[in-house]
């Protein structure tokens, strides 16, 4: 009997919802109250010292070592008010999780040997973790251990509490190495930021207002995951070792009914998103949305609009969040993109827009006319850019987990194409065919009214087209969702590639209006001619129909897109000279970083694939091929019985069937478990990375299936009392 199986069941049946109870009835009274916010700085600051980091927030100045110090001294203050102990400079290296390394405010005064809480504006500024422990690419060698965190005053520092009951100060930092290359998500990101906001202001005050002076790309991310059972989670070592399910046969009611998305939140999982939401606002996260997703047991939990950096902060902090508070309600969170077969996987759909410094969202469309220019100019940029880079989008978002879910039925493919609905879609097309830009009159001073009715683009567009869920890279009324992200992944990777494409085309759009203009053309005319010859040339990457459909392959092919479907083929976009000379020329990644970043990812893969092969080999040979080897003994004694009694062989027949089957699917798992063995020792004996990686992708990646097919064809023929791992109906059904 499957003991440690039916004592998983047997505790997750009696597990309910922990109570968990509000700290206040309004949630004003409490968001933001872990937080070192704009707020309490400027309470405990001197009016001096406050200006300085208000400053450097807003501008990425320096800040001085008295203005340091001085937030140092309030920043221990505070956190030791709130039950820190330690602090810690939070970073996100490039293993796709957060890191920290504690350090105590406690220390001992030389001179008289007493104890003494001590924070000096020093160790706020910069701290150093090794840096040889992780991923950097070959940047350094392994004894070189030398690296440093600097403080981003820009993301509020916050209070963790732990388990314990005790805190740790946690100050959001970039992580470079000695050599001063990046090794995180966040360095490049606020280059990024930077990047765009130049390029963004620029066009606004040359071409539209001198009002403007900063543009702060804004993100919104959506995050998809599962809940599981802690018990059921810790029977089955594929979830443990690789976050998915290897094996499991579909049963018989999964999410055919549509009967999840949007229903009743289970109370288990009421309570958990109750407990972390809570945590999760003290920690200034806006979540606001908690549902259903479309398969049994995946939720989503989404957020109002943040500055990108501080969403990328937060989402990459709420993930981890969730992980610490599902423990409390034995429950496990399940980031993996694809962790069922047969099912929905999860996304990360990162919801981007561009604002101004006065309040305008620059992708939101106007009932005034020349703000619709202005709409356009930005709206078409996009477009252009995320056509002329989209294999770079398409690198951005690779992984080994995103391999799984892309192009399956509920995912975006991996051909990149963009969704504008059907009135934006008229009018770039009104727009295209215009015969002549003489189409457009100049009215009412400066305000651009055309022919084609340009100038009645409603201001509430989201409710004039539909949503396209197959799409990656959707125009959704006011801001474009790229859904491809996949739900484990860092935010900042994919918004370092749309920020820095954005603004490279933005950059290269006001040189060529800039052009026009000295040929004596009107302002608002040049800005029109440029964007009518964009909307030409990037018009195969727009597609309105079903993403998912083969159709759709034939004709993307047809039309030049690409289609990069395996990680590897995707993830050495970032190795072409294009690319490099794209993030080289404005400052984003040096020459030595995009490759360490190429290789960085491409060994991520490899251990993601390596480590799932191994999965597979152990829990067919160790866990179903002895099981059912057992269940199929019982069976021939069972037909023994029968003969020696004289039982007609036409009754037994089926027993000897499945015990036939029994046979056939053992063997072929015993005999691909072997050659997928093979396959990954020809791999690892494989000196260039990049062709290891392909190896893995193909041959190792491809016995995955076909040992799959006979373990859940044995999982429909072993006795359930014998089967050793919960099923997919105990994994998702059992609330």
């Not at 005064?109 to 104890?115: C, E, I, Q, R, T």
């Not at 975006?412 to 009018?427: D, H, R, W």
Request: glycine letters at 6%; hydrophobic letters at 40%.
């Amino acid at each position: 009997m499957a003991i440690t199986r039916f004592k998983a069941l047997e505790l997750a049946q009696m597990r309910a919802g922990t109570p968990v109870k509000l700290p206040t009835e309004k949630v004003s009274d409490y968001y933001g109250s872990m937080t070192f916010s704009d707020e309490v700085m400027r309470s405990l600051l001197s009016p001096e010292a406050y200006l300085k980091i208000n400053t450097a927030i807003q501008t990425g100045s320096k800040i001085d070592r008295d203005a340091a110090d001085e937030v140092a001294a309030a920043m221990k203050s505070w956190a030791i008010s709130k039950g820190a102990t330690h602090y810690t400079h939070w970073f996100q290296p490039l293993t796709g999780t957060t890191a920290e390394k504690h350090d105590s405010f406690f220390d001992i005064d030389l001179s008289n040997g007493k104890a003494v809480e001590k924070f000096k504006g020093s160790a706020l500024v910069q701290q150093e973790p090794d840096a040889s422990s992780f991923p950097n690419g070959g940047i350094r060698s392994t004894f070189e251990a030398r690296g440093y965190t600097g403080w981003d005053p820009s993301s509020p520092a916050f209070i963790m509490e732990n388990a314990a009951g005790t805190a740790t100060l946690c100050i959001p930092s970039v992580f470079v190495s000695y050599t001063g290359e990046a090794l995180d998500y966040k360095t490049p990101l606020l280059k990024s930021i930077e990047l765009i906001d130049k390029a963004s202001t620029a066009v606004v005050k040359e071409f539209f207002s001198r009002d403007v002076s900063k543009v702060i790309p804004t993100l919104g991310a959506e995050q998809e995951y599962f809940l599981v059972d802690e018990a059921l989670f810790n029977a089955r070592p594929d979830l443990v070792m690789s976050g998915r399910t290897v094996f499991g046969h579909a049963p018989a009611k999964g999410q055919q009914l549509e009967d999840h998305y949007f229903g009743s939140i289970p109370n288990r999982a009421n309570s958990f998103m109750v407990d972390f939401e809570i945590e999760a606002l003290k920690l200034g996260m806006p979540v606001r949305t908690r549902h259903n997703e479309v398969a049994p047991a995946q939720f989503e939990v989404a957020p109002t609009f943040e500055e990108a950096n501080l969403a990328c902060d937060h989402n990459a902090l709420l993930m981890d969040l969730m992980n610490k508070v599902a423990s409390k309600h034995k429950l496990k969170v399940l980031f993996h993109e694809k962790p069922f077969a047969g099912i929905n996987g999860s996304g990360k759909h990162n919801n981007w827009a561009l604002a101004t410094d006065t309040g305008v969202n620059l992708l939101a469309p106007s009932s005034k006319p020349k703000e619709n220019l202005r709409f356009l100019t930005f709206f078409v940029n996009t477009l252009k850019a995320v056509h002329d880079r989209a294999d770079l989008l398409r690198a951005s978002i690779a992984s080994a987990g995103n391999e799984h879910r892309l192009g399956a039925n509920e995912a975006p493919p991996a051909i990149v194409s963009v969704f504008l609905g059907s009135t934006m879609s008229q009018v770039l097309d009104d727009l295209e065919n215009m015969s002549d830009i003489d189409d457009i009159t100049l009215e009412k001073g400066d305000n651009v009214y055309l022919k084609l009715g340009i100038n009645k683009i409603p201001s509430l567009i989201l409710d004039n087209t539909d949503r396209n869920r197959t799409s990656p890279f959707a125009f959704t009324g006011n801001k474009f969702e790229f859904r491809a992200v996949g739900s484990s992944a860092n935010s900042a990777a994919p918004m370092t590639v749309l920020n820095t494409i954005v603004a490279d085309q933005l950059i290269k759009f006001r040189k060529e209006v800039e052009a026009v203009l000295e040929k004596g053309v009107k302002k608002e005319l040049a800005i029109m001619e440029v964007l009518k010859r964009y909307v030409k040339e990037s018009k195969k990457i727009r597609f309105e129909g079903n993403g998912y459909s083969d159709e759709w392959v034939v004709e993307a092919e047809k039309r030049g897109l690409s289609n990069l479907k395996t990680t590897p083929e995707a993830l050495a976009v970032y190795a072409r000279p294009e690319s490099i000379e794209l993030f080289t020329k404005h400052g984003i990644y040096s020459k030595e970083e995009m490759h360490a970043r190429h290789e960085i990812e491409l060994e991520n893969y490899v251990k993601k694939i390596q480590i799932e092969s191994r999965v597979i080999g152990d829990m067919a040979i160790n866990h179903i091929v002895s099981t059912s080897l057992k269940y199929q003994t019982q069976l021939v004694e069972n037909v023994k019985g029968q003969k020696e009694i004289g039982i007609d062989p036409q009754y037994y027949a089926p027993t000897v069937e499945m015990i036939k089957k029994i046979s056939e699917y053992t063997s072929s798992i015993v005999r691909l478990q072997s050659e997928m063995t093979e396959a990954r020792k020809e791999a690892n004996n494989v000196e260039g990375l990049e062709e290891r990686a392909t190896i893995y992708g193909t041959k190792v990646k491809g016995y995955f299936e076909e040992i799959r097919y006979s373990v859940d064809k044995l999982e429909l023929i072993v006795d359930d009392d014998e089967w050793p791992l919960p099923k997919y109906r105990e994994l998702l059904l059992i609330k």
